[in-house]
T-cell receptor, first 114, second 113 residues
Framework: GENVEQHPSTLSVQEGDSAVIKCTYSDSASNYFPWYKQELGKGPQLIIDIRSNVGEKKDQRIAVTLNKTAKHFSLHITETQPEDSAVYFCAASSTSGGSYIPTFGRGTSLIVHP | EPEVTQTPSHQVTQMGQEVILRCVPISNHLYFYWYRQILGQKVEFLVSFYNNEISEKSEIFDDRFSVERPDGSNFTLKIRSTKLEDSAMYFC???????????FGSGTQLSVL
């Protein structure tokens, strides 16, 4: 089955700095890579996703990159703000075959200091 | 935006007891999931449910676990004969047919003493 590794487990940055969270996956059949943000007391919420036919995707201050050959994908947050503080989860899945079971990483606790 | 609702937010039980974790998925969603996260570890898949039956389950989902959609709105996870190692945050999620976005509830923190 799929195995997703996520690093770092904790990331502390100053407001305005950039933050990068990295994930690797094992199953070459995986073709969909969502990122979820979990704020305190809430469930994870999808913030951005990328498919295997795309190398990079941006949405304002957030970007994701995917290297299919190396089986790496990363989340980049620029100009971080205190409200970006949360736990971020990467996930990988295959969307073929009718079954969709995302496999999640361990999570990264991002702390943005004002 | 519609939300997935989970109750209770915290559940404390004695080892060996039965617990029922409740979820109300988003009303027009067709696929339902339970995941759990033991503190500091990965978010782990337990079970997926579609068309009133289990579509997939993981090794964690042994015969002590069961799911039910009793009335078309609630989606429950029952754990019988609870063990200390069942202590975790349990997340319910749902998604529409034809989409990949999972909508998660805020979780139930289960503590087995």
């Amino acid at each position: 089955g799929e195995n997703v590794e996520q690093h770092p487990s904790t990331l502390s940055v100053q407001e305005g700095d950039s933050a990068v969270i990295k994930c690797t996956y094992s199953d070459s059949a995986s073709n969909y890579f969502p990122w979820y943000k979990q704020e305190l007391g809430k469930g994870p919420q999808l913030i951005i996703d990328i498919r295997s036919n795309v190398g990079e995707k941006k949405d304002q201050r957030i970007a994701v990159t995917l290297n299919k050959t190396a089986k790496h994908f990363s989340l980049h947050i620029t100009e971080t703000q205190p409200e970006d503080s949360a736990v971020y989860f990467c996930a990988a899945s295959s969307t073929s075959g009718g079954s969709y079971i995302p496999t999640f990483g361990r999570g990264t606790s991002l702390i943005v200091h004002p | 935006e519609p939300e997935v609702t989970q109750t209770p937010s915290h559940q404390v039980t004695q080892m060996g007891q039965e617990v029922i974790l409740r979820c109300v998925p988003i009303s027009n969603h067709l696929y339902f999931y339970w995941y759990r996260q033991i503190l500091g570890q990965k978010v782990e898949f337990l079970v997926s449910f579609y068309n009133n039956e289990i579509s997939e389950k993981s090794e964690i989902f042994d015969d002590r676990f069961s799911v039910e959609r009793p009335d078309g709105s609630n989606f429950t996870l029952k754990i019988r004969s609870t063990k200390l190692e069942d202590s975790a945050m349990y997340f319910c999620a749902s998604r529409q047919g034809g989409g990949e976005k999972l909508f998660f509830g805020s979780g139930t923190q289960l503590s087995v003493l």
